[in-house]
């Protein structure tokens, strides 16, 4: 299954307006995309296209997360997912 890690780069984290961001455009994939904290187990995944699971992951700026996905499309979702993630969306 095709992985990636990102490091949290909005000032506040996956809070608020980055979490609603990074929501919508996970859910806009056409595979299914998870998240978790870095060194968490694959099975403690959540929905990465869900806000609630989102701000449930507590993760702050400089946190490591990785994300992950299978099925046709997988790379490319993760790569434009990975760049929004290292990405300031506070300051946009």
């Known amino acids: 299954?095709?992985?990636?890690?990102?490091?949290?780069?909005?000032?506040?984290?996956?809070?608020?307006?980055?979490?609603a961001l990074f929501a919508e455009a996970a859910g806009e994939q056409p595979v299914e995309v998870t998240i978790a904290m870095q060194g968490e187990p694959a099975d403690d995944a959540l929905d990465a296209a869900s806000i609630l699971s989102l701000m449930t992951l507590g993760a702050a700026k400089g946190?490591?997360?990785?994300?992950?996905?299978?099925?046709?499309?997988?790379?490319?979702?993760?790569?434009?997912?990975?760049?929004?993630?290292?990405?300031?969306?506070?300051a946009e």
């Open 63 to 90: 946190d490591v997360v990785v994300l992950r996905a299978e099925g046709d499309g997988a790379d490319a979702a993760l790569d434009a997912l990975v760049k929004l993630l290292e990405t300031d969306l506070d």
């Open 1 to 19: 299954m095709p992985e990636r890690t990102a490091t949290i780069a909005s000032r506040s984290g996956l809070h608020a307006r980055p979490a």
